[in-house]
């Protein structure tokens, strides 16, 4: 390449960064109608870089082929409207604690519960105590949330699973009244 006094023409390497606002630039020049050489023209002029139309129009076709498959998975073809779905992502727990009083003090109460380059931030009201539990003969796996503290060290695990599986759960919540004829409405 070179240009009017055939001086050769280096071409830039672009780093990551400048490739994506590139990109954006391009984008949001389509965007706004402009052609190819409109878009190399003000990139040229305004913003001092040099890239070649070609690119300009890969570019841009790139970004329109993106929208065009987004737009074919989250819309409604037939009436528009955006469809929101959810994909499962792998199961993983949020922190387990095995069942003794030693280990959830030393977690909830402990100056550095989790190694010495830890600080306990908790908030012992804002906890949500939780059991899980699997394989268990007789039950399909369930989580049961609601425990107190005083229930959740409670030493005994029958004493635990009973509060689990009780009516309304831990705390014996009531039902709604629309479910009053249920029998565990109190």
Known sequence: MSDNN???????????????????????????????QEIVDYLHNEKKIEIARSTATKIRNQVE????DWYAENVDMTNGRLVVTSKPGPPREVHFIPFTKQNVDKILKGEHPF???????TDID????????????????????GFTYEQFITPEWKQFM??????GGPLGKKYAPEKAGNEYYK
């Open 6 to 36: 055939n001086v050769p023409i280096e071409r830039k390497k672009f780093t990551k960064t400048e490739k994506q606002y590139l990109r954006g630039m391009i984008h949001n020049l389509s965007l706004q109608r402009l052609t190819d």
């Open 65 to 68: 082929q993106e929208a065009e």
């Open 115 to 121: 190694g010495p380059d830890s600080i306990n931030i």
């Open 126 to 145: 804002k906890v949500v105590f939780y059991g899980k539990f699997d394989d268990m003969p007789g039950f399909q796996s369930f989580r049961c949330e």
């Open 162 to 167: 009973e509060l689990a599986t009780r009516p």
